[in-house]
């Protein structure tokens, strides 16, 4: 079973030499065209999650379907040896079900549009846009539910169809599909400005082919692969051994009441190839924070944390997937059996991140992150306004960067290189809000030589009643330190009624009802702290306690005594620092904060909620 490509030019493509100055125009032409697509679609959707925020992820690939530029890297090899259909030129597929392409997209609110593009009768590229769409239908506003038990309680699910067929607009499947949503206007939108992205890139490739001729891109496609492959050769050799490390990180709860569920990896070099194993890791949940992990996916998440950790000039593409080994058990948390549920998998996605990093760093702690991707926080808030007229808003947020080995983590800022927060006065003009706080949680990020971002304190006014949802996480497991770095503080989210009457509710929860002026604290967690925070500069810390990032109580946890004006008294914290360094003992690699049990014993009084449970199975053994 696998795709058939017809061509009415079957020439192979021949071999060329290329040289550096060629090579160097022709893999920043690709680069621009990847902007380009980027720019294109934001001009053109209408959603705030791919408008404001940048929700979207483009590749462009060589013929063979390997991404040269882009961000996930590519599914075309997998889709094209499992689709039983033809492509040929004037097609283009349209999907958006996890299960129908081995997870390249992860839930069935990303849209994915795949274009061949053909020239003179030749196959000489792919390119492809995926966006997150903020309404397919399901039980819930948004599509994404929390307590869905399998993925029927989502929405619409899109198997691999052709939304152009030689050229001709499959018109009929589209109102389909538009008819399940809450929002066509901006679904329909969205997926033109899909398929407008990766036209644009099309259009890109053949005048660069064009240009140069075709042997000549295609060979510059190879060669921009294989470069590729003898850095990342090199990379892994210096930084990977042959024994066997392993590291583990937990996602809070299920929103059922369950957890956490435990995601661990384990990693080795075998010759010139790195093998990454999640056996251990927790069988599926049977809410929604699963995660169908693609295996392509994840090898470039390893080869892009390699190449931003050890040489970021790389261009990171399709080249590298031979040297890496992914072995991940079927029916875990990470690979799920259909019918599960997976809408909530972002938490599950944040903290392969933080894994990877700990993973990683372990053999060369000079180069190790602390904790602080971790997840990625959802509100929405949906409802009919004064006028009688529907609207729903799906935002993300962000949280605290992790202390790393060049300095303090961001403040507020996402880890998607892309991705930027949807601006107040956006939501103001189209939402019945108003943003009365937009500002930095003090002393959120973890103490340490380097700081740990500061988590984002946000707090909504609702100007109609209506319902919101919360998904996020880090409020039970705090994000690690490293190298004698502080965990940094967790998340926390807070219902404050128009009586004045307050409470906290939980991190994932859905419909959850809001009056007119009830205000929402939406508090994210920081990022762990790098460092022993007791060489951290006094100065400095005087400094971020007139920015308002770090508070006068909070400079104890640096051995820092000074007033709320930031002026640091010298003697008397000299005189705590010796005596923190006395008390403390060695520093730990990696801190992770009270364990497991202890969580579970303090949770109410440290967090105002109840502690998950123990989920269901602890092994896939006993799970089977």
Same mark, same amino acid.
């Given at each position: ?16 030499? $290329? ?23 934001? /001009? ?5 999650? $791919?408008?404001?925020?940048? +929700? ?5 690939? +060589? ?20 689709? =039983? ?51 397919? &239908? ?10 869905? /038990? ?90 990977? &051994?042959? =024994? ?6 937990? %996602? ?16 080795? /070099? ?17 809410? #929604? $924070? ?12 390893? !080869?892009?944390?390699? %190449? ?48 990877? !990093? ?24 949906? *409802? ?12 993300? &947020? ?67 009643? !209506?319902?919101?949802? $919360? ?9 690690? *330190?490293?190298?004698? !770095? ?7 989210? %807070? ?6 009457? #307050? ?61 709320? +004006?930031?002026?640091? +008294? ?14 403390? &003992? ?39």
């Amino acid at each position: 079973m696998a795709a058939t490509i017809i061509q009415t030019n079957t020439t192979p493509f021949a071999k060329k030499p $290329i040289d550096p100055v060629t090579l160097d125009i022709i893999e920043n032409a690709l680069r621009n065209a990847r902007i380009e697509m980027d720019a294109t679609l934001v /001009r053109t959707a209408m959603s705030p999650g $791919i408008r404001e925020q940048g +929700d979207a992820f483009p590749l462009i690939a +060589d013929h063979t379907g390997k991404m040269i530029v882009g961000q996930f890297g590519s599914f075309i090899g997998g889709f094209l040896d499992n689709w =039983e259909g033809t492509l040929e030129d004037g097609d283009m597929i349209f999907l958006s079900d996890p299960y129908s392409c081995a997870g390249a997209v992860s839930h069935s609110n990303d849209w994915l549009v795949l274009l061949p593009v053909f020239k003179d009768g030749r196959l000489i590229a792919y390119t492809s846009m995926f966006g997150h769409q903020s309404d397919i &239908g399901g039980k819930v506003v948004g599509s994404m539910p929390i307590n869905a /038990r399998s993925i029927f309680e989502e929405g619409v699910r899109v198997p691999p169809v052709k939304i152009w067929k030689k050229g001709e607009y499959n018109d009929d499947l589209i109102k389909l599909v538009m008819h399940q949503t809450r929002k066509p206007d901006w679904c329909q939108a969205d997926l033109n400005a899909l398929i407008a992205s990766c036209r644009v890139a099309a259009r890109r490739v053949i005048e660069m082919a064009a240009r140069f001729g075709d042997d000549i891109y295609i060979s510059a496609t190879q060669e921009l692969l294989a470069r590729n492959h003898r850095a990342m050769k090199s990379l892994i050799a210096m930084a990977i &051994g042959e =024994e066997p490390v392993s590291f583990e990180d937990y %996602i809070c709860d299920d929103g059922m009441g369950a957890g956490p569920y435990k995601i661990k990896c384990t990693m080795w /070099r075998e010759g010139e190839k790195v093998v990454l194993d999640f056996t251990g890791t927790d069988p599926q949940s049977q809410a #929604s $924070i699963n995660f169908y992990l693609n295996e392509n996916m994840f090898k470039m998440f390893f !080869g892009i944390y390699m %190449i931003m950790v050890f040489d970021p000039q790389i261009l990171f593409n399709d080249g590298f997937y031979d040297l890496i080994d992914v072995r991940i058990p079927e029916g875990s948390l990470l690979k799920p059996k259909f019918p599960a549920a997976l809408s909530g998998r972002t938490h599950a996605l944040g903290r392969i991140f933080d894994i990877l !990093g700990g993973l990683l760093g372990q053999k060369t702690p000079e180069f190790l992150n602390a904790a602080g991707f971790s997840s990625s926080p959802h509100l929405f808030y949906s *409802g009919n306004d004064k006028k009688g007229d529907w609207f729903q808003l799906f935002q993300i &947020g962000f949280g605290g960067i992790p202390g790393r080995p060049m300095g303090d983590g961001p403040d507020g800022h996402s880890l998607w290189p892309g991705f930027t927060n949807v601006p107040n006065e956006f939501l103001e003009r189209y939402f019945p809000l108003i943003i009365e706080r937009y500002e930095t949680e003090p002393d959120s990020g973890g103490a340490g030589l380097h700081r740990g971002g500061n988590g984002i304190h946000m707090t909504y006014r609702f100007l109609a009643a !209506g319902t919101i949802s $919360i998904h996020d996480d880090r409020w039970f497991v705090p994000p690690w *330190g490293v190298n004698g !770095g502080e965990p940094g503080k967790r998340a926390r989210k %807070i219902l404050e009624k128009s009586d004045g009457t #307050s409470r906290i509710i939980g991190n994932k929860v859905e419909e959850v009802h809001v009056d007119e002026d009830d205000q929402l604290h939406f508090i994210t967690w920081g990022g762990g702290g790098w460092g022993d925070p007791l060489d951290r500069d006094p100065a400095l810390v005087g400094k971020e306690i007139v920015q308002g990032l770090v508070t006068a109580e909070g400079a104890k946890d640096y051995g820092i005594i000074a007033n709320v +004006d930031g002026v640091v +008294d010298i003697a008397a914290s000299e005189t705590l620092r010796s005596k923190l360094r006395l008390e403390r &003992g060695a520093l730990p690699l990696f801190n992770y904060g009270p364990d497991i049990e202890h969580l579970r014993a303090n949770c109410k009084a440290e967090t105002g909620l109840a502690a998950p449970v123990q989920p269901m199975w602890t092994t896939l053994e006993a799970a089977e």
